[in-house]
């Protein structure tokens, strides 16, 4: 069973940075992708960023030049780099694994940006 633990949520004004974290309980190398999604209150998840074991990367368009996601493959983890923070970046986010068909989501870490 793969575990995967979200850290770094919190609140921020709006212009801010927040960095999100994500452990795996296994090596990342045994992931096809790995990505972050957020959800807000009766809205689907959302697709925010998502990086390939090859290291390909891929943005939502209403992210694009303020986040970054990022792997380090020694520390089994990755990143959400989230910078120009808006009020409407404000939902429950959650990491991502798939490996062959199978998909892991951590538990969400709450990010919050206030006006």
């Known amino acids: 069973q793969v575990q995967l633990v979200e850290s770094g949520g919190g609140l921020v004004q709006a212009g801010g940075s927040l960095r999100l974290s994500c452990a795996a309980s296994?090596?990342?190398?045994?992931?096809?992708?790995m990505g972050w999604y957020r959800q807000t209150p009766g809205k689907p998840r959302e697709l925010v960023a998502a990086?390939?074991?090859?290291?390909?990367?891929n943005y939502a368009d209403s992210v694009k030049g303020r986040f970054t996601i990022s792997r380090d493959n020694a520390k089994n983890s990755v990143y959400l780099q989230m910078n120009s923070l808006k009020p409407g970046d404000t939902a429950v986010y959650y990491c991502?694994?798939?490996?062959?068909?199978?998909?892991?989501w951590g538990q969400g870490t709450q990010v919050t940006v206030s006006s």
């Open positions: 296994r090596s990342i190398f045994s992931f096809n992708a």
């Open positions: 991502n694994a798939i490996a062959y068909g199978d998909s892991y």
């Open positions: 990086i390939t074991s090859g290291g390909s990367t």
